[in-house]
């Protein structure tokens, strides 16, 4: 395995799995561990906060008690982590050989309506935020709600446009098919779906059409594939090779500049054969190699794409 090969992970859902003492020492039970991380050759993992919007207490209360427990892990691993605010802070981290963390907000109910919520997020280190989870909100409409069925509200626009001027990611992630296309139109900057697949070889809402996918590279951002076996196969029977064919469906769609990784790590709970976390990424790299990859486009799905997503748009 090269070291040049080095991978940017999009979406994991670690945070809400670390217990008290901030433990990232190997579990069986959890996909994401220090020594996975590094096993991997994992340069930058993006860490999402989430919280369960139906559960009672303010969203944003409870998101910034998640924001503590990230900021107890990076001290905790101070020595192994390094977090990422700017394109500065990724290449000082290769530079000492440290793993790259970005904070990242899974749903956006957690700005409770108000703009002056998103600047807090902003301040507290958020770089990126998935407009959002499975329930519509405030800001757009979800691709798992049936009952209510939007784009983006008013407020969703307001989100938007100040998102692109403070320098964070749009992640589409989750969001309607409406609310996909007003946020094409609205955003000034790359999108991205951190975690999603295509719908043409796995027919799920949470997936993209081929238009979709156009739209998102057409605008230079990413579709960072999900290793969760239901948006990989309809069976859900799925093993590397289904990552394969995700990846190569939408580069043969939009090119292979807009594929990247989104594991899901820790978020889903069945893995696909032969992936445990991310100590799985180099046998999916060997796999694009043995299928005659170019190196340059396995470095483009690996790290290269995301890293221009981060360049064109944190501040
Ligand atoms: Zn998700």
């Not at 600047?119 to 935020?129: Q, W």
């Amino acid at each position: 395995m090269h070291r040049q090969f080095f991978v940017i992970d999009g979406h994991c859902d670690t945070l809400s799995k670390l217990d008290d003492i901030n433990n990232l020492e190997y579990r069986s039970n959890n996909h994401v561990s220090l020594s996975g991380l590094y096993k991997g050759k994992v340069a930058i993992q993006f860490f999402a906060a989430w919280i369960d919007p139906s559960s009672p207490g303010s969203c944003l209360h409870r998101e910034l008690q998640l924001i503590k427990r990230y900021k107890r892990m990076l001290d905790r691993y101070a020595a192994h982590f390094c977090p990422v605010l700017c394109l500065a802070d990724a290449e000082d981290a290769f530079n000492v050989g440290k793993i790259g963390t970005l904070l990242t907000v899974e749903g956006g109910d957690v700005l409770e309506g108000r703009l002056s919520n998103l600047e807090t997020l902003y301040n507290a280190g958020v770089r990126l935020l998935t407009l959002t989870w499975n329930r519509s909100n405030q800001i757009a409409g979800a691709a798992m709600d049936d009952q209510k069925r939007y784009g983006l509200t008013s407020f969703g626009i307001e989100v938007v446009k100040r998102m692109n001027a403070l320098g964070m990611i749009i992640d589409i992630s989750h969001a309607s098919e409406e609310a996909f296309w007003d946020v094409i139109e609205v955003s000034e900057q790359p999108v991205i779906a951190s975690h999603s697949n295509a719908k043409a070889i796995c027919p799920h809402p949470r997936n993209l059409d081929d238009g979709q996918i156009r739209a998102i590279a057409a605008k230079g951002g990413v579709v960072g594939i999900n290793f969760y076996p239901l948006f990989l196969s309809k069976t859900g029977d799925a093993g590397i090779i289904d990552i394969i064919k995700h990846i190569e469906h939408i580069a043969g769609v939009a090119g292979t500049d807009c594929v990247a990784f989104g594991s899901d790590f820790d978020g889903i709970e069945a893995l696909p054969q032969g992936i445990e976390g991310p100590q799985s990424f180099p046998d999916i790299i060997e796999e694009m190699l043995k299928l005659n990859y170019s190196e340059e486009d396995v470095k483009k799905i690996c790290h290269n794409n995301f890293l221009r997503v981060m360049e064109k748009v944190l501040k």
